[in-house]
């Protein structure tokens, strides 16, 4: 596994990552930036990748409505996915985040089939490009993000992932280990954001290590289901700003990475076994 963080794509942001010991970054170029420019702009981002050492680690668009309200796709937001598809192929980056949006009067099943309909032509278009496609679990212009609506369109499309972020499914009351359990060998990218609600209702997103997400099952399910990607520290507070928030960051990068197995490390011979 390789821990990142979501930043920005200038030489700043690649450098502010490298700073913090980190090993690779995550993009998301969400629904107000220009795809076509983020695209052009490949050759310079490669550049500050390679200048300190950080991989892009993922990318994705949240918040982008895909397909209209007859359920149709609409030309420019494929072509915006295209686009970032494109820019993580050309960065060797391995996975690009997205979603589909329900369509008001449409049933479920009616809605998945859509969704089975855009996917399917992320999954073409990617497929010979070195990009895997993951659709998120968080409900921002999507709604496949349970086993509800993954059970159909994973099931339909064995090649697409999901994106998973555990404090998500505490949003919508789920249980985020059942949901790993089940599912976790169909994550493609991970998300390291802290949660606390108090009387069930929502408070604060702080730092990972200092929220309610019992992480060390987490980690010990993402081991069991052999993911080998990214985690990727996404700060999320409206609290934990300036100085106090980049303390956080410092705190969940320490939290973490005794958890994190580097490849290649060596074998131990456990005491429980002869």
Not at 143 to 148: H, I, N, R, S
Request: glycine share 8%; proline share 5%; charged share 25%.
């Amino acid at each position: 596994m390789k821990l990142g963080i979501i930043n920005g794509w200038t030489e700043d942001s690649f450098k502010y990552v490298h700073d913090k010991g980190l090993e690779a970054v995550e993009f998301c170029v969400n629904h107000n930036y220009n795809s076509k420019e983020f695209l052009d702009s490949v050759d310079a981002i490669k550049s500050y990748s390679e200048k300190y050492n950080v991989a892009v680690g993922s990318m994705g668009r949240w918040g982008m409505k895909r397909v209209d309200e007859n359920g149709d796709i609409i030309p420019e937001a494929l072509q915006d996915d295209y686009n970032i598809i494109d820019a993580a192929s050309k960065l060797g980056c391995p996975v690009f985040n997205c979603g589909c949006n329900p369509v008001e009067g449409k049933s479920f099943p009616e809605n998945c089939r859509i969704a089975v309909n855009y996917f399917s032509k992320l999954l073409d278009y990617a497929r010979d490009k070195g990009v895997k496609i993951a659709v998120y679990n968080c409900d921002w212009e999507n709604f496949v993000v349970t086993p509800e609506a993954w059970n159909v369109v994973l099931n339909d499309l064995p090649e697409l992932g999901i994106k998973y972020d555990p404090s998500h499914c505490i949003s919508r009351n789920g249980d985020y280990l059942a949901e790993m359990m089940n599912w976790g060998h169909r994550i493609y990218h991970f998300h390291l954001k802290g949660t606390l609600y108090i009387n069930g209702i929502h408070y604060d997103d702080p730092p990972a290590g200092l929220d309610m997400i019992n992480w060390r099952p987490v980690m010990a399910l993402l081991y069991i289901k052999g993911y080998d990607g990214m985690i990727s520290i996404e700060p999320h507070s409206s609290v934990w700003k300036g100085d106090l928030g980049q303390w956080g960051v410092d705190y969940t990068i320490g939290f973490i990475r005794p958890f994190i197995r580097k490849t290649g490390d060596a074998e131990q011979a456990s005491p429980y076994m002869p």
